[in-house]
C-alpha cells in the first residue's frame, strides 16, 4: 500500500489524532476549565506517550493484525495476558480493566463474560477507534463487531458508546462524509431499545451544542446543567457524546476537536483522544499541524508504521468482501 495514499492517511489521522488527544489532555484530566484556565491558559501542546487509553488502544492493534482485522473478545484477551506485565505494573488501568483483567488471569472468567458487573467507565469507549478503522466505511458493521470486542471490559451502556464510536469512526472515512453525517452513524445503527441509555445521553449532548454560540458558551452550558449529579466524570455517558460534541462544534477540524477536549477538563485525556481520532480520521494526517508531528518525534515513525500495517488490514478486508460478494453474484444468475 501507498503511504500517500488517502487511506493511508485517513488511518494515520485517526491514530495520530487520538494520540495526540490522550497525550494533550492528560495534564488537566479531572480538572474543571476554570482550573485548566489558572494553571494552563489555552492548552495546545503535549509531551508524553499518553494514558491507558493509547496503551489498550495499541494492544488493539495487535490483536486485529494477529486476526487479519477480524478481533474477538477472546483473542483480545488472549493479548492481555500476553501482556500481562503490563497490566500488573502499570498505575494507569482503570478499575473496569483492572477488574477484567484479574478476572481473566486470576479467576479464569470467560472473556465474554469478563465485562459482566464491572463499574461504567469509558474504558471500552476510549480505545475502540482500530474497530472502526478495520471497518472503514461500514459503521454498521463497526457496531456489530464492537459488540463482542468491547464485552471484554463492558456489558452496559458503555459497551454502546464503544459501538457509537466505532461507527462514527468507520463512518468517517467515506470519502464524502461530513460531520453530520459522522453523528448521525453513531447512533443508528445502535439498538433502539437496548441502547436507550446511550442514545438519549448522544441526543441530549448534541442538542446542547448546537443550541450552543460556540465552544466556550457550551462548555458552560455543560458545566452548570447539574453536573455534579452525574456518575463519575468517566462514564462513556459523558465522555462518548461530549467527544462527538466537540467535533461537530470543531466542524470536523481535528486541531480544534483536540484542544477543546484537552481545555474541557473533566476526563480530558479520553475526550480529547475520542474527538482527535474521529475528526483525524475525517481530515487525514496531513491536516495536522506540522508542530504537532515534530512534537512526537521517534513516536511519529513508530505511528506511520502501524498505520501502514492497519491500512494493509482495511484493504484486505474489503477485498475479501469484494471477491465474496462476487461469488454469490456470479453463483445468482
Same mark, same amino acid.
Not at 459501538?163 to 448521525?184: G, H, I, Y
Not at 453513531?186 to 448534541?206: C, D, G, N, Y
Not at 446543567?225 to 466524570?233: K, M, S, T
Given at each position: ?9 485517513? *488511518? ?22 476554570? $482550573? ?9 501542546? /503535549?509531551?508524553?506517550?499518553?494514558? $491507558? ?12 493484525? #494477529? ?14 495476558? @500476553? ?14 480493566? *483492572? ?40 459503521? @454498521? ?8 470486542? +468491547? ?5 452496559? /451502556? ?5 459501538? +457509537? ?14 460531520? !453530520?453525517?459522522?453523528?448521525? =452513524? ?5 439498538? !433502539? ?16 451544542? #448546537? ?6 458558551? /457550551? ?17 462513556? #455517558?459523558?465522555?462518548?457524546?461530549? +467527544? ?32 482527535? +481520532? ?25 505511528? #506511520?508504521?502501524?498505520?501502514? @500495517?492497519?491500512?494493509?488490514? *482495511?484493504?484486505?478486508? =474489503?477485498?475479501?468482501?469484494? =471477491?465474496?460478494?462476487?461469488? *454469490? ?5
Amino acid at each position: 500500500m501507498k503511504r500517500n495514499s488517502p487511506l493511508f492517511d485517513k *488511518v494515520l489521522g485517526c491514530l495520530l489524532g487520538g494520540f495526540i488527544g490522550d497525550a494533550m489532555g492528560t495534564p488537566t484530566e479531572n480538572l474543571s476549565h476554570d $482550573d485548566i484556565q489558572q494553571r494552563f491558559g489555552w492548552v495546545q501542546t /503535549f509531551s508524553g506517550d499518553g494514558t $491507558d487509553d493509547s496503551l489498550l488502544k495499541h494492544i488493539l492493534c495487535e490483536t486485529l493484525e #494477529r486476526t487479519g482485522g477480524h478481533a474477538t473478545a477472546d483473542a483480545w484477551a488472549a493479548d492481555w495476558i @500476553r501482556h500481562s506485565q503490563t497490566f500488573v505494573n502499570s498505575k494507569l488501568f482503570f478499575a473496569p480493566v *483492572v477488574a477484567t483483567f484479574w478476572k481473566l488471569s486470576g479467576e479464569q472468567v470467560l472473556p465474554r463474560d469478563a465485562g459482566a458487573g464491572n463499574m461504567a467507565s469509558s474504558s471500552s469507549a476510549m480505545c475502540i477507534s482500530p474497530m472502526g478503522i478495520v471497518n472503514a466505511g461500514n459503521p @454498521r458493521q463497526a457496531v456489530l463487531e464492537t459488540f463482542e470486542v +468491547a464485552g471484554l471490559i463492558h456489558h452496559n /451502556f458503555c459497551r454502546d458508546g464503544a459501538c +457509537a464510536m466505532a461507527a462514527a469512526v468507520a463512518q468517517a472515512f467515506v470519502p464524502s462524509t461530513n460531520v !453530520e453525517s459522522v453523528l448521525r =452513524a453513531a447512533s443508528e445503527f445502535l439498538p !433502539e431499545r437496548s441502547a436507550e441509555a446511550m442514545r438519549v445521553a448522544l441526543q441530549s449532548t448534541l442538542a446542547m451544542a #448546537r443550541e450552543s454560540a460556540g465552544y466556550e458558551d /457550551f462548555r458552560a452550558r455543560y458545566y452548570s446543567a447539574a453536573i455534579d449529579v452525574r456518575q463519575h466524570f468517566t462514564d462513556s #455517558r459523558e465522555t462518548v457524546p461530549l +467527544a462527538l460534541a466537540l467535533v461537530w462544534l470543531a466542524g470536523g477540524d481535528a486541531q480544534k476537536a483536540v484542544e477543546y477536549g484537552a481545555n474541557f477538563g473533566r476526563d480530558a485525556d479520553t475526550i480529547a483522544s475520542m474527538a482527535g +481520532a474521529v475528526a483525524g480520521a475525517m481530515g487525514g494526517a496531513s491536516a495536522l499541524p506540522q508542530a504537532w508531528l515534530d512534537t512526537l518525534g521517534s513516536q511519529a515513525d513508530k505511528q #506511520r508504521a502501524l498505520a501502514d @500495517r492497519m491500512t494493509r488490514l *482495511v484493504h484486505a478486508r =474489503a477485498e475479501a468482501a469484494r =471477491a465474496a460478494a462476487l461469488i *454469490v453474484l456470479e453463483t445468482s444468475v
